[in-house]
């Protein structure tokens, strides 16, 4: 299995682009989540979804966008690049049913924004 | 907003020597959750605690849910170089799949 695969690894934007992070996990979890990390701040939530169809927001939504159109995958949209979103963002999954084994996450996109 | 305070923030000590590692909050989770994270890689799940009070081991790694399920702690036995990481925990609430993550202790083993 592959499990999360996100692409990727690397990018650098200029102030003001658009792009998609894409997010793909091939174990049928219903459970997919952004997260960003920070030096010093760990990781923050910025969407989730519990299924395809259903989004919700995390703890820094500004500046994304998300859709979940199939089970699998869980792109994630930066509107109009600011140097504030210069981070590492991952996107995790987990089977509803199985709480205890915690998410599995993908191996990261290291964005800069100049 | 809940809040995870790890401690302490950077650790660096001998191969073989035993540490401590502090998760704690003011307030209450479901459950609490410890990964260890790589550099260039994403976290990794070492191992959920459910139940207040709760222990559980992975060879020479032992976790704890406080008793009243606003803390954890992480020890760890004789350490080798191969702990060298990340250390991060994470909260849960019930019916909630908002993960609060804390804020990290980075521990480096000396051989």
């Known amino acids: 299995n592959a499990g999360v695969t996100q692409t990727p690894k690397f990018q650098v934007l200029k102030t003001g682009q658009s792009m998609t992070l894409q997010c793909a996990q091939d174990?049928?979890?219903?459970?997919m989540s952004w997260y960003r990390q920070d030096p010093g701040m760990g990781l923050r939530l910025i969407h989730y979804?519990?299924?395809?169809?259903?989004?919700d927001q995390g703890e820094v939504p500004n500046g994304y966008n998300v859709s979940r159109s199939t089970t699998e995958d869980f792109p994630l949209r930066l509107l109009s690049a600011a140097p504030s979103q210069t981070s590492v963002y991952f996107c995790?999954?987990?089977?509803?049913?199985?709480?205890?084994?915690?998410?599995?996450f993908g191996s990261g996109t290291r964005l800069t924004v100049v | 907003t809940q809040l995870l305070e790890q401690s302490p923030q950077f650790l660096s000590i001998q191969e073989g020597e035993n540490l401590t590692v502090y998760c704690n909050s003011s307030s209450v989770f479901s459950s609490l959750q410890w990964y260890r994270q790589e550099p260039g890689e994403g976290p990794v799940l070492l191992v959920t605690v459910v139940t207040g009070g709760e222990v559980k081991k992975l060879k020479r790694l032992t976790f704890q849910f406080g008793d009243a399920r606003k803390d954890s702690s992480l020890h760890i036995t004789a350490a080798q170089p191969g702990d060298t990481g990340l250390y991060l925990c994470a909260g849960t609430n019930f019916g909630n799949e908002k993960l609060t993550f804390g804020t990290g202790t980075r521990l480096t083993i000396i051989p």
């Open positions: 995790a999954s987990r089977n509803r049913q199985a709480n205890l084994y915690g998410y599995t």
């Open positions: 174990m049928n979890h219903e459970y």
């Open positions: 979804s519990v299924g395809a169809g259903i989004t």
